[in-house]
């Protein structure tokens, strides 16, 4: 026990380490030959009451004690045996009991059993006197010495030897300055004769070199105390060593919450975070850790119940985190991500509904309600040797957004009231990095959920192009941004593509980027060219930031934005196209050939540089040409260069051959292999052109007599294409547009039928001023026309053209007669 090094212990662990037990002395028969006045204590038993009686008298039969009893060789083997038991009051009622038997071995290979009991209901009343802490050491490695009236050793256990490394047959009869000759030898002995003197207990704090520790020192706390004989009077002298190096590390231990700002919410998954903190406490804290969120957590919904107002109903959990510190043990019962529930009845079920942390130093596996629930479960614990527990919640903003569970199984030492506050600690400030990312994850869901509502569900071309579209928000650090796409069809089968960014991440760039999606629809809906389109769109972004600016307690909803639009025309094969800020198209021929337009980049939207104006461009596009609208997350990156992604785009979209869903998967795949730190938005789209069957048209002098010949022009192309039941209503429809052109419109006036996915019929003039429905009264003889255009159309209306307008109306058809 002693060693040539001599400096004093730095940190003496406290007197109550080792506190007063409750002791008796059994011989190998089972009968009391040694009794403690903490015993008579306990169960109210006096020395003579007991002592040379049978062990039995204290002890009803429970079945384990009374088979170590009469079972000596197997307790024996066994070096002692230690659970809970039922022990008889002296008045007559029933102590629920922790027992611990200990096998000591006398000269001659003689044994007897020293038994300690503390009271389970002391412990769960959250005491912390000198009995709890005995109760908190009932599973702990303890080394166990009595000496006689001469202080010679008379009995020592198998522990004892392991602390010093000393046989036990080189103990008996011998002093322990004899053993070990040394200051710290003499200091126990004069602690013995104090307990003799005295008959109270004392306790000491030792050094001693255990041979497994290799060469370090371990500190050990020893109790000493008398033993009785039937007269009460003294009888021997007893000490229980327990090693208490553990308490010395405590500052070690204490020093991982520091580490824990580091190594707890490195991201903002909530999962992840779980994870975090259950490889925290393995093996610092525990042998296996549990970290179960309430199953809402991880899709960013935080727990609807407060503390202590949670229905009698344990919501379900999801096993975020998982640690142990043999993970190749298969028989573990645990798995990450399972679903748990919770016994109503049980501890964990009672610290979700009060929010208050729960320690049992000595795990029942045997019995309670979540044995009863899953028995199966129950033996697979009790199979990993887990007998301490601690069930932390896990709280937040007065909710409980799970519990993290903490193990020992491997470890002897149950879990004391220290390794709680502990525990409390980490999971506090996990808890911290948890309810941020909850936060987070909830905005951020809000804002996917919004940006993905306000985004078209399925987009369609028409007639006029085929058309596919990807969409992949940001990474989590980043944010969802204000990515858009849209497909719009417009009159006379052309068709609108539009492609738009908004400056910025988080729910307000997803909430400005519906209200700009709506402007480009109210504008396309107007029929404008593409550079009047986005000179009304900055405007619509600009009166947004002079809003903002009149609110100074509110964050602005944008700064700015990009967009590309353009209009494609399958009668001509031409598509008109400006951008304001946006990165230009990517346009593939049939071959494979792969061009970005040098067209006219336009200022951002929104940014006050609108003096110079927008500028449209106009390229005919061969049968079969690809469309690539994008934005800038799918070129940029943080390493590099936009000419490297717009390299690795071309590359992609030029494999001819492929279908337009396989070509924006396989671009997407091309991506960087780190997360993207923008949005990134594709949209492709396949042109067609219409076949000269499908269009009819007709020059008429600007004169009456034009309308005849228009309306028989009409009836003759509808029985051509079979639609001859459309007769009479596009007859009207004719009539009206026609006789408006030649009374409101001057030179020559064009009559064009278009047979797509609908019928449109369009009349153009030179006249730049567009028609406007009236409201006639009853008298007026005129002004009724465009009222009767608009019953019989599908839709009406008019746009403008470099050399005036076109006024249009639609009919439905039927599937079998649409033009493929």
Request: glycine residues 8%.
């Amino acid at each position: 026990m002693t060693n040539t090094d001599h400096t004093p212990l730095a940190e003496p662990v406290s007197p109550r380490e080792i506190p007063d037990a409750a002791i008796a002395m059994l011989d190998a028969e089972g009968t009391v030959v040694g009794w403690t006045h903490a015993a008579r204590q306990l169960v109210g038993y006096t020395a003579r009451e007991v002592v040379g009686r049978s062990a039995a008298h204290v002890l009803p039969p429970p079945e384990d004690v009374l088979r170590a009893a009469s079972h000596a060789e197997q307790c024996r083997a066994q070096g002692g045996w230690s659970g809970t038991v039922a022990v008889r009051h002296r008045v007559g009622h029933t102590l629920k009991m922790t027992l611990r038997l200990s096998l000591l071995w006398g000269q001659d290979a003689s044994t007897q059993w020293l038994v300690s009991v503390t009271d389970i209901g002391t412990l769960s009343s959250g005491a912390t006197n000198g009995p709890v802490r005995e109760s908190l050491l009932a599973r702990a490695p303890i080394g166990i010495l009595v000496h006689d009236l001469q202080l010679r050793c008379t009995l020592v256990d198998d522990v004892m030897e392991h602390h010093v490394g000393v046989p036990r047959d080189r103990w008996f009869g011998r002093h322990l300055k004899d053993l070990f000759p040394g200051f710290e030898a003499e200091a126990l002995e004069a602690v013995m004769r104090q307990v003799l003197e005295s008959g109270s207990t004392k306790v000491h704090e030792y050094r001693a070199w255990p041979p497994a520790s290799r060469g370090r020192a371990h500190v050990f706390s020893a109790s000493f105390f008398c033993l009785q004989d039937a007269d009460g009077e003294t009888l021997a002298v007893c000490s229980l060593s327990v090693d208490v190096t553990g308490n010395r590390r405590a500052r070690e231990r204490l020093a991982i919450l520091s580490e824990a700002s580091t190594r707890i919410g490195s991201t903002l998954d909530v999962m992840q975070t779980g994870q975090e903190l259950a490889n925290l406490a393995v093996p610092l804290l525990a042998d296996h850790t549990l970290v179960d969120l309430v199953e809402s957590v991880p899709f960013g919904v935080e727990p609807s119940g407060r503390i202590g107002t949670t229905s009698s109903r344990p919501p379900l959990l999801r096993r975020a985190g998982l640690a142990t510190i043999d993970p190749d043990v298969p028989e573990l019962p645990w798995v990450r991500e399972e679903v748990i529930h919770v016994h109503p009845a049980s501890s964990f079920a009672n610290a979700l509904r009060t929010g208050g942390a729960h320690l049992e130093p000595v795990l029942d596996t045997h019995a309670g309600p979540w044995v009863d629930h899953d028995p199966t479960l129950a033996q697979k614990v009790r199979d990993t040797g887990v007998h301490s527990l601690m069930v932390v919640p896990i709280r937040a903003r007065r909710r409980v957004l799970g519990l993290a569970l903490f193990f020992r199984s491997e470890e002897q030492k149950p879990f004391q009231e220290d390794d709680l506050l502990l525990a409390e600690e980490l999971v506090t400030r996990a808890a911290l990095c948890l309810d941020n990312a909850l936060q987070y994850a909830r905005e951020r869901t809000a804002a996917l959920t919004l940006q993905r509502d306000l985004l078209p569900r399925r987009v369609g071309g028409g007639a006029a192009v085929d058309v596919a579209s990807r969409y992949v928000p940001a990474d989590m650090d980043h944010g969802v941004g204000g990515d858009w796409f849209d497909v719009i069809k417009l009159s006379g089968a052309r068709v609108a593509l539009v492609v738009g960014d908004v400056v910025g991440h988080g729910i307000n760039a997803a909430a400005t980027m519906g209200r700009l999606r709506t402007a480009v629809r109210t504008l396309a809906d107007m029929e404008l060219p593409p550079h009047e389109l986005l000179t009304h769109l900055d405007d619509t972004v600009r009166r947004l930031n002079e809003e903002d600016a009149d609110a100074p307690d509110q964050d602005p909803a944008v700064v700015g934005a990009t967009c590309l639009y353009a209009v494609y025309d399958p009668a001509t094969r031409r598509c008109t196209m400006a951008r304001a800020g946006h990165p230009p198209p990517a346009i593939i021929d049939p071959q494979g050939h792969v061009i970005f337009p040098d067209m006219p980049a336009g200022a951002p939207l929104g940014l006050g540089l609108g003096l110079v104006p927008f500028e449209s461009v106009e390229l005919e596009l061969p049968e079969g040409t690809l469309l690539a609208l994008y934005t800038d997350g799918l070129v940029e990156s943080r390493d590099d260069d936009i000419d490297v992604g717009l390299d690795r785009l071309g590359a992609a979209l030029a494999r001819t051959g492929s279908s337009l869903e396989e070509l924006c998967s396989q671009v997407i795949e091309a991506l960087p292999s780190q997360a993207p730190a923008d949005d990134v938005t594709l949209l492709l789209a396949r042109t067609h052109g219409l076949e000269p069957a499908q269009v009819a048209s007709w020059e008429l002098p600007n004169e009456p007599a034009a309308v005849r010949n228009a309306r028989q022009a009409a009836v003759h192309q509808l029985s051509e294409w079979g639609l001859e039941y459309l007769v009479s209503t596009v007859e009207l429809i004719v009539s009206e547009l026609v006789t408006n052109a030649i009374r409101h419109g001057g030179g020559p006036i064009r009559l064009r039928l278009i047979q797509h996915q609908v019928l449109t019929c369009e009349v153009s003039d030179s006249n730049t001023s567009h028609p406007r429905p009236r409201h006639p009264h009853n008298i007026d003889e005129n002004g009724r026309g465009l009222f009767l255009v608009a019953q019989l159309s599908r839709r009406w209306g008019s746009r403008s053209t470099t050399d005036g307008k076109v006024v249009w109306a639609e009919q439905h058809l039927p599937i079998k007669a649409v033009a493929v």
